[in-house]
């Protein structure tokens, strides 16, 4: 930052209004005659983007340059396409072998008034501003190459890269987007007062509140976040620091590149800066771009709402990393399973050997495997004539729930009966606990029953966590307790 000396002698000024927001988006087409080394071609629409269920990258090459924050040095930067799945990557041009570091929540390393990724000993600092714009502006996959270990600041907000994606374009790509679906509440709280809570929702939003030291300037904004509410509303919001914070961060050899032309300072209730405040709010808007470039790190475009009271880098990255385990936890319950042919299963004969019901109330076809003692996968095909589909909802035929958890004892049944190695006794509920069901299940889907023995009590008690899995998306679950009897 500028001296002290320097600082006071600029005078707060009003809000001033910006220039009118257009977000004409460069779209590219896919389907034009684009070959390695040519530009595509450019159509240029008042729409975001088309197709937002689908991946996208940056049509063209584009760069600008710059200084860099925290380290002072000069820059330039490159937004480069990359292909479907590929994620966001940076890339140190300045470096032998010019090595990449996915921008993944596992890569992050330090959140010390910005968000650093790495991998080995190789490092880039400040990446929220850029993640912020390519996530917010619809970009999945890209390469952002650049010949020092830190983006330009540009003026201190998302602004520049927003400007950066529309001079590249944004083309839509033949693959599904991957999304984390909020299903329930998570939160984190640090000690800092921070807490960030998320909740279910089919849209992206963030709702935040920004209060300084002793609650200077405690500022609120919600909004959904789309390319061009992001680009209007949230892009132009620069970065800003206390007064008091300016000498402990030089002491700590930051923000070298750091002035009044690329952040605001807050002392006192002044607000110093080169230009006036671009929003009346503007510290909580700069915040959100934080929150969108932090979570961007999850590596999934979120469909949930953020509620965040003085967030900040540190809680931020303690919400990616909750997502990502979940994120992993779903996969690992998830993964689609080929179906085995031979004596890794059992078939239909066999499934009626072992359970004493039958049609139509017998709910399993066949079991397609199991794993060590403890688990068992099965699949029931559900088609148009099940006969619950006469009386329930006949004209939108769901699958009932209660059938759902009627599979899963079912399934556990046969995975408990397995380890005790008789089919001479019955097994009844004892309870049902924590069910839930997530998605509706329809004629033609194919459902995967997952069960896992959690508890056993002799022969005659046991516990089962149990899911169901269409099209690799969780539909329900329950945990399942059981007592058998002999027959």
Same mark, same amino acid.
């Given at each position: 930052?500028?001296?002290?000396?320097?600082?006071?002698?600029?005078?707060?000024?009003?809000?001033?209004?910006?220039?009118?927001?257009?977000?004409?988006?460069?779209?590219?087409?896919?389907?034009?005659?684009?070959?390695?080394?040519?530009?595509?071609?450019?159509?240029?629409?008042?729409?975001?983007?088309?197709?937002?269920?689908?991946?996208?990258?940056?049509?063209?090459?584009?760069?600008?340059?710059?200084?860099?924050?925290?380290?002072?040095?000069?820059?330039?930067?490159?937004?480069?396409?990359?292909?479907?799945?590929?994620?966001?990557?940076?890339?140190? /041009?300045?470096?032998?072998?010019?090595?990449?570091?996915?921008?993944?929540?596992?890569?992050?390393?330090?959140? *010390?008034?910005?968000?650093?990724?790495?991998?080995?000993?190789?490092?880039?600092?400040?990446?929220?501003?850029?993640?912020?714009?390519?996530?917010?502006?619809?970009?999945?996959?890209?390469?952002?190459?650049?010949?020092?270990?830190?983006?330009?600041?540009?003026?201190?907000?998302?602004?520049?890269?927003?400007?950066?994606?529309?001079?590249?374009?944004?083309?839509?790509?033949?693959?599904?987007?991957?999304?984390?679906?909020?299903?329930?509440?998570?939160?984190?709280?640090?000690?800092?007062?921070?807490? &960030?809570?998320?909740?279910?929702?089919?849209?992206?939003?963030?709702?935040?509140?920004?209060?300084?030291?002793?609650?200077?300037?405690?500022?609120? &904004?919600?909004?959904?976040?789309?390319?061009?509410?992001?680009?209007?509303?949230?892009?132009?919001?620069?970065?800003?620091?206390?007064?008091?914070?300016?000498?402990? &961060?030089?002491?700590?050899?930051? $923000?070298?590149? !750091?002035?009044?032309?690329?952040?605001?300072?807050?002392? !006192? *209730?002044?607000?110093?800066?080169?230009?006036?405040?671009?929003?009346?709010?503007?510290? +909580?808007?700069?915040? $959100?771009?934080?929150?969108?470039?932090?979570?961007?790190?999850?590596?999934?475009?979120?469909?949930?709402?953020?509620?965040?009271?003085?967030?900040?880098?540190?809680?931020?990255?303690?919400?990616?990393?909750?997502?990502?385990?979940?994120?992993?936890?779903?996969?690992?319950?998830?993964?689609?399973?080929?179906?085995?042919? !031979?004596?890794?299963? &059992?078939?239909?004969?066999?499934?009626?050997?072992?359970?004493?019901?039958?049609?139509?109330?017998?709910?399993?076809?066949?079991?397609? !495997?199991?794993?060590?003692?403890?688990?068992?996968?099965?699949? /029931?095909?559900?088609?148009?004539?099940?006969?619950?589909?006469?009386?329930?909802?006949?004209?939108?035929?769901?699958?009932?729930?209660?059938?759902?958890?009627?599979?899963?004892?079912?399934?556990?049944?046969?995975?408990?009966? /397995?380890?005790?190695?008789?089919?001479?006794?019955?097994?009844?509920?004892?309870?049902?606990?924590?069910?839930?069901?997530?998605?509706?299940?329809?004629?033609?889907?194919? $459902?995967?029953?997952?069960?896992?023995?959690?508890?056993?009590?002799?022969?005659?008690?046991?516990?089962?966590?149990?899911?169901? +899995?269409?099209?690799?998306? $969780?539909?329900?679950?329950?945990?399942?307790?059981?007592?058998?009897?002999?027959?």
């Amino acid at each position: 930052m500028e001296t002290a000396q320097a600082v006071e002698s600029l005078m707060p000024a009003p809000t001033t209004p910006l220039k009118q927001c257009v977000n004409e988006i460069p779209l590219i087409d896919p389907h034009s005659s684009t070959t390695a080394g040519h530009e595509a071609k450019s159509l240029l629409v008042k729409t975001p983007m088309p197709a937002p269920e689908f991946q996208h990258t940056v049509g063209k090459t584009a760069s600008f340059s710059g200084t860099a924050l925290h380290t002072g040095d000069k820059v330039t930067l490159k937004l480069h396409p990359a292909p479907v799945d590929h994620g966001i990557k940076f890339k140190r /041009k300045d470096l032998q072998d010019e090595p990449t570091i996915d921008a993944k929540i596992e890569n992050l390393k330090t959140v *010390e008034r910005a968000t650093t990724i790495g991998e080995g000993p190789v490092r880039v600092h400040t990446v929220e501003h850029i993640l912020a714009a390519l996530s917010a502006m619809g970009v999945d996959n890209a390469i952002v190459e650049m010949d020092a270990n830190e983006p330009p600041i540009g003026d201190g907000s998302a602004q520049p890269y927003v400007d950066l994606i529309k001079k590249a374009g944004v083309m839509a790509q033949e693959q599904r987007r991957k999304f984390f679906d909020v299903r329930e509440p998570m939160h984190v709280e640090a000690k800092t007062g921070a807490l &960030l809570v998320l909740l279910p929702d089919d849209k992206f939003r963030i709702s935040c509140t920004q209060a300084g030291p002793n609650n200077r300037f405690a500022q609120f &904004l919600s909004m959904e976040i789309t390319p061009t509410g992001f680009e209007c509303e949230i892009a132009p919001a620069r970065t800003f620091v206390y007064y008091e914070d300016v000498e402990p &961060l030089m002491e700590k050899n930051l $923000i070298k590149g !750091g002035s009044l032309e690329n952040a605001i300072v807050v002392r !006192g *209730e002044a607000v110093l800066s080169k230009e006036p405040l671009r929003f009346p709010d503007e510290f +909580v808007r700069h915040k $959100i771009i934080d929150i969108i470039g932090d979570l961007a790190l999850v590596g999934r475009r979120i469909r949930g709402h953020v509620v965040a009271v003085k967030p900040g880098h540190a809680a931020n990255a303690e919400l990616a990393r909750a997502l990502a385990r979940e994120q992993t936890r779903r996969s690992a319950m998830s993964t689609p399973r080929a179906i085995p042919i !031979g004596d890794s299963g &059992l078939d239909t004969g066999e499934v009626m050997n072992i359970l004493p019901h039958r049609y139509p109330f017998l709910m399993v076809d066949r079991v397609i !495997g199991f794993e060590g003692e403890n688990k068992i996968t099965a699949i /029931k095909s559900i088609t148009i004539n099940e006969p619950f589909f006469q009386g329930h909802f006949p004209g939108h035929p769901v699958m009932p729930g209660v059938m759902q958890v009627e599979a899963m004892a079912q399934v556990a049944s046969i995975l408990l009966f /397995k380890l005790t190695k008789t089919s001479s006794r019955v097994g009844y509920f004892m309870s049902a606990d924590q069910v839930k069901f997530r998605k509706p299940v329809f004629p033609g889907d194919t $459902i995967f029953i997952h069960a896992e023995l959690t508890r056993a009590r002799g022969n005659r008690m046991a516990k089962t966590k149990c899911y169901c +899995v269409v099209n690799d998306a $969780i539909v329900s679950e329950a945990e399942l307790m059981f007592t058998f009897l002999d027959k």
